[in-house]
Every structure is written in C-alpha cells, then in structure tokens.
C-alpha cells in the first residue's frame, strides 16, 4: 500500500529539511509520497535539485505565510 | 548531599563531575569503559600516525579524587523510580541523574559497512580503527579513497572534510597517485552553504572529488563499489563509510523520553529530559538540534553544573566545530539563533585547535581553572559578535 509520510521541518536551518528529507526518503517505496513542510528559504531551490537527482516527482512545491510545502512522489528508488 | 548520578565518563560526564563541589554533592560516575577517549585524536593517528596512548587516559585519573567511579554498563534506566541497573546486578539510586552516554555507531544498519569497516579501519569509531586506517592508507599506491556518509546527522559535522583533507596531505606526503573522494548527503559541499563557500575552493585546489546529494544505502565489498539512496554509484579502492548513529541502546523509563532515533528528547536549553526536574542528558546522546561536538557536552555539562547549584543557566546551542586542513583551520561558529557565521581559514586557527589537543587533558580535570578562559573565547567569538563580519 502506497503511504503518506509527513515530513516537518518547519524551524530547522538548511540543510536540516534536506536531511529531513533524506531519512524519509530511506525509509519509503516506490509509490509512496512524501510531504515536507519547512520555513528555510533555501528549501526550495535545494528540493528542486534533490528531485532532478534522484528522479522523484515534485507534484507540488507551494508557499504560504513562510512556509514552503513540498509534495514529492517516490519514483526513483532502486528495485 | 545531594546524590548525583552520571551515566558517561566522557567529555561531558567527566567535566560536570569535577564542577560540581564536593561540599554539597556526593557524584558517582558509571562507564562501561577504563578509558576516556580524545575522540578528534582519532584524525591524528589515522592521517599522522600519532600512538593511541596519546589520545586516551584513564577515567579514573581525569576525576576528582572525591568522584566516585563504577565500571559498569547500564542497563536499564528507570527516571520514574530513580533507579538505574547495571549489568553486573547492581542498582544505584539517585536525587539527580545525568546522561552522557553519547551516539552509538550502527555499523549493522548499512549492508557491507562492517566487513569495510574489518577491512580498512575508519578516521571515526575507535583509536584502534584509525590504527588500523592508517596502516591500510600507507599500503595504498593507486586508486581511490572514498569517504563517504550514511545519514545527514552524525558526530563532528566536519570529521568528513577534516578526514579528506588530512588523507590528501598523506599521499602528497606518501608520493602516491590517489584520488581523494568525499561524498556527502547535503546540497553542497559542507551542511551550511556559508561554510560550503569557504571550503570549496580548498577541496578544488587539492583535487578532492566532491559528491553532493550522496546518502549511502548499501555497499558491495565484492564489487568495491558504495550505492547511494539517491541513485548514484561510487568505485572505490579502500572506503570509509560513517554509519548512521543512534542514542543509547539500553532501555530508559518512561520509553517516550527517546525519540525514533533512541536519542534523549531533552529541552535544548536547559538539557532537562522532558517532563522530568531531576534528570538531564547532554553531548551526543540527545536531540538537541545542534552539533553533536565536544563543545557542545562542555558547554552543556556546565549548564547542569550551574542548575543543580540553584542558577538559571542555559544553554545557547554554541558551535565551534574545527575544520583543518594540514597548515591552517577554521571554526563553524553557530548557537540556536545563528546559523554558522563566515570564517576565514587562517594558520592562527589551525594553531588555536592545536592549542586546544594540547590543554585538552587538563580542562577535563581541571574545568574550574578553564572556564574563564573558554568564557572569554566564546564571548569574544560569539555568533552575536562576530556576525556578517565574521572571523
């Protein structure tokens, strides 16, 4: 069953989202999303590169009042 | 007297048991280990060669002769009771307890991590492992060492850098044609962009290949090759893989005080356990949100120190990781307010940190006669200070 993980790292300074990111990213499968909520502004542009990367898909990179949301279907895990 | 229990005879353990005056509590400390363990030492004998006697000392000699010390391991910790049991059958009660028993290195976690670990030693776990790295680098006279990392949060967030660095200047010193290799999971090249900066062009200049975005997933031994999580390979010659780490194994009471990780949710200002008055963790064991670094068990060993005399003190999440390359450093200056203000690298720091190996016996035994010195270090270095400036 594809699932939904929730990712918060809203308060952490860069790269902490990534790194949030990443441990998320360990634990999913192919199938799943992910979602991570962060206020370091250097989120985005570091969430676009990791996406490029490792072949996932950012189905939604969105701000609002500060806070940048990041939707990330996992497509890129090796079988 | 108040009965003081602390769990660690490391950095912080063992500072905070000799602040405390013996006039108004009576401290036991607890360490599975006789050895207290200068753990950047493990750079030195790794990339110098420097013996493993230089970088260890017995705990019982860092102590205050009115701390008590067990040798012990623990096994249980029960803060609803206040009582900690021990592996050899004991139990000890407590009117404060502190926990310092620092990260664990999960070398299991990652598939082939042991065996590389058997096979080459690594710059990171143990003074014997980076013995053993050393032989392992001086047979080298081809190919490529890879350092790379398992998980974003690990001890010395410039260990990786410092390894690369240090491994570089062996071969140049060796006359040997190996390519030094460092791949990390950040964005850039050092987890602050600021810091990224600085270091780049040093990593350029003596041909470092750097892989950003790198989280290792699994390594072939057989292949020689280290797999990452985002999808990317790295062929290796000899490899050192720092293995995701984790808070302590044993169980604690009430379960919900560690997090997924088993790290100790503490207050990051106070290092009180949540929902506890009478129990603290500090240094690499809990999840305060800074870097896991001897000067953060310090600075924190000497909050506690503070509060259990009856003062408000508080910890500000201060920095001072040290980045050296082989003539010169840097400091990563941060606390909870400040992300890691602009550093220059410069001989005077690389001397600084020299400086600091040197007294480092002392100013664990001796914290009290330290502490104005580090005070007036880190106030004229402060984050608040220094700011845009920078240093």
Redesign the interface.
Known sequence: MPELIKVDARG?????P??AL??A??KAKNGDTIEVLATDP?FKP?VQ??VK???NELIELTEEGGVIKAVIKVT???G | MKKVLILGGGGGGAILANLLPKEEFEVTVVDRDEYHVFQPGNLFIAFYGDSVEKYRRPIRSLLKPHVKLIRDEVTEVNLNDRKVKLKGDKSLEYDYIIIATGANLDFDAIEGNRELLESYGDFYSTLENAEKLYKTLKEMREGRFVIAIADPIYKCPPGPHKGAFLSSTLFERMGVDVDVVLALPFPHAYPSKTISDIIEPELEKRNIEVHTFFTVDSIDVEKKRIYSLEGEELEYTVATVIPPHEGPRYKVEPSEVKDDSNYLKIDKYTCLIEGFDDAYAIGDCTNAPTSKSGVTAHLQAEVVAERLQGFDARYSGRTNCPLITDGMGLFIISDYDHPPIPVRLSRFKRLLEDLFVATYWDAIRYPELWQPIFHAYFEATSPAKLGERGW
Request: charged share 30%.
């Open positions: 952490m300074a860069c790269p902490g990534i790194s990443t441990r990213y360990r250097g570091d590169a990791w990367r490792t072949n890129g895990k090796r």
